[in-house]
């Protein structure tokens, strides 16, 4: 039986008593002054009425606190917040951008779920909000006897590659800069140029002084010897492998990044980048070989999204 023939998919009381369970694993909480003990459900309130729905639609979680005495439902203080999109069609949407390795176009997410294509687009970009890593300081990755590998790759308008020597160089593409652990995860940042100015100060800041760093030869990594044990594989002189040296895991990354991004979306505007690259971490960082399956990504998903807010206005003016 496919995991999309669960109930929540499909029927919208089921969708919210499953976020329910999800976000308040020790019951309801209200999202305006906290409170927990004095949560009232209350049962039978439509919306108002409308041309194409004159008796209203049922307001399904709809809940009301003792202490503000103000009304709320699980959807408040999350990506969910103000959606028109049915819960349930959230829930479809989640699990088949998690399940899809390269990710899913909101083209065919319009598609599928049947919505417009501005609310699909809408909401593939409040996903991508959901999957993001909210810590302002994440822990260092590596460590003593860890591999961290460092790599750059060039994303942009394949259109403009005819005018690449006229552009100079990789001038009209963007620039992303990825750290990958080996067996472990990735974090991949959008920086404005390959300098050492630009690329250092990322790596200082994300990877333990402790890390083996493995880089190819470009001459913006080498103040990393001032700080890290660093080694070069030499791809110009067709050096790929030297025992534990490579940036072979990190151009894999890459390999599934740009397949993604030019065979699925196929065009991203710089001011979301940023947005594409957590989708890509988050399910590099949530992959099969570390244990986690289609529906406990899904669920990871759904657990971001608690304390995130997106507007369509934030979405769609540049950042």
Sequence with gaps: MSILSAKHFHDEAAAFAELEAILWPEGPVCPHCGGMDRIYSLKGVRSKPSKKNPEGVERHGLKKCGHCRKQFTVRVGTIFE???APL???????HLMCASKKGIS????????EVQYNTAWFMTHRIREAMRSGE????PMGGAGEVVEVDETYIGNNGLYKNFKRL???????TVLTLVQRNGQARSFHVDRTTAADVIPV??????RETLIATDEGRHYRPLRKDYKHETVVHSQEEWVRGAIHTN????????????????????????LHRYLAEFDFRYNSRVALGVNDKTRAMKAVVGAKGKRLTYRQAYIAQ
């Design 106 to 113: 909101s083209h065919q997410l319009h598609r599928i779920l």
């Design 168 to 174: 100079g160089g990789f001038q009209h593409k963007h």
């Design 249 to 272: 895991t990190v151009e894999g990354y890459f390999s599934i990044f740009k397949r993604g991004m030019k065979g699925v979306y196929q065009h991203c505007s710089e001011k979301h």
């Design 82 to 84: 103000d959606s028109h």
């Design 88 to 94: 349930h069609k959230w829930f479809q949407a989640i």
């Design 203 to 208: 790596v200082k800041a994300n990877i333990d």
């Design 136 to 139: 302002l300081a994440p822990p």
